[in-house]
């Protein structure tokens, strides 16, 4: 079993869209797929869609999103899956954190072109379509002008990086109150690359403590931002703790150079995050291509 749990379409950053990251999961030969844009679920229905249609090798779809927090300045993202979509609560804070990306991105673009950075926001936007936008839009806008060579050279402090004249806060959530929506909405939490220092600060073990006393399920451990080391520490903290480790690629199609499947998660652990969750239930494709 192949079964990758943290993915992104184009209801976020990602460049797939949602039918085509359903069909090259199968075509790659995963298993599973969690779909986990960005404070959206607007990805699921064109991916349930896609799975109906039928597919070469089968594939079952985890419904899912990745929530942005924040705790004491520090950004940090929960995964959260198969929680009830429709849960008012939970609803309400996706839409706010949505919602706000759309002032902040406008923010960051006027931060650039004040520094005589030569981007717009109609770039952006026509960028970003009808996905949640994020300053991975703006680090393609950039790309398109030959300002950075790379999406990866735009998040330095430079450009859009956390710390730089260009950065602009979003509303995000607390990752408390975070773990008790999704709880509340019946779904299964996974704290995200929690020891990635290349995006940013981190938070310390002994947040990650506190939020599994707090309910937190698990935490992503084989996740390309973490290095070895980081990841043996992540294994063993997890361990501890009694969290449910997981590994997956946070694929974001051609915006980054990670692959479906680059890491995955052990089957016994998939069954565990299924056997809690409430909210929703995993769900197949058709049985072969029609
Ligand atoms: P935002 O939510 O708009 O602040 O953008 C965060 C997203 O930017 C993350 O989900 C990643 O997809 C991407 N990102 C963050 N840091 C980096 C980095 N150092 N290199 C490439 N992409 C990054
Ligand atoms: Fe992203
Ligand atoms: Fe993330
Ligand atoms: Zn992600």
């Not at 939970?90 to 520094?115: H, S, W």
């Not at 707090?214 to 935490?219: F, H, T």
């Amino acid at each position: 079993m192949r079964i990758d749990l943290h993915t992104h379409s184009t209801a976020s950053d990602g460049t797939d869209t949602p039918e085509e990251l359903i069909r090259n999961a199968s075509a790659t030969g995963l298993d599973v797929v969690a779909l986990t844009d960005h404070d959206t679920v607007g990805g699921h229905a064109k991916a349930v869609k896609a799975l109906r249609e039928g597919l070469e090798r089968p594939l079952t779809l985890v419904t899912g999103a990745e929530l942005s927090c924040r705790l004491n300045g520090i950004s940090l993202h929960m995964l959260a899956y198969l929680f009830d979509p429709q849960e008012p609560e939970l609803f309400r804070e996706r839409e706010l954190v949505r919602d706000d990306r759309v002032p902040r991105a406008k923010a960051i673009v006027e931060k650039l072109r004040q520094r005589g950075v030569p981007v717009n926001w109609d770039q952006v936007a026509r960028i970003a379509g009808d996905g949640a936008v994020g300053r991975p839009h703006i680090a393609t806008a950039l790309m398109e002008k030959g300002l950075v060579g790379s999406i990866g050279e735009a998040f330095t402090p430079e450009w859009i990086g956390p710390g730089g004249p260009a950065y602009v806060e979003k509303h995000e959530l607390d990752p408390f109150e975070a773990i008790r929506l999704v709880k509340h909405a019946g779904g299964v939490t996974v704290f995200a690359h929690p020891a990635a220092v290349k995006r940013g600060v981190t938070v310390s073990d002994d947040i990650i403590a506190e939020l599994a006393a707090r309910g937190l399920d698990g935490i992503e451990v084989d996740h390309m931002d973490h290095d070895a080391p980081t990841r043996a520490r992540m294994r063993t903290i997890a361990a501890e703790l009694g969290l449910l480790p997981t590994g997956s690629s946070d694929y974001h199609g051609s915006r980054k150079t990670c692959r479906l499947g680059e890491h995955t998660t052990d089957p016994e652990v998939y069954e565990e995050i299924v056997s809690r969750a409430t909210g929703a239930a995993p769900l197949s494709s058709a049985a072969g291509r029609v």
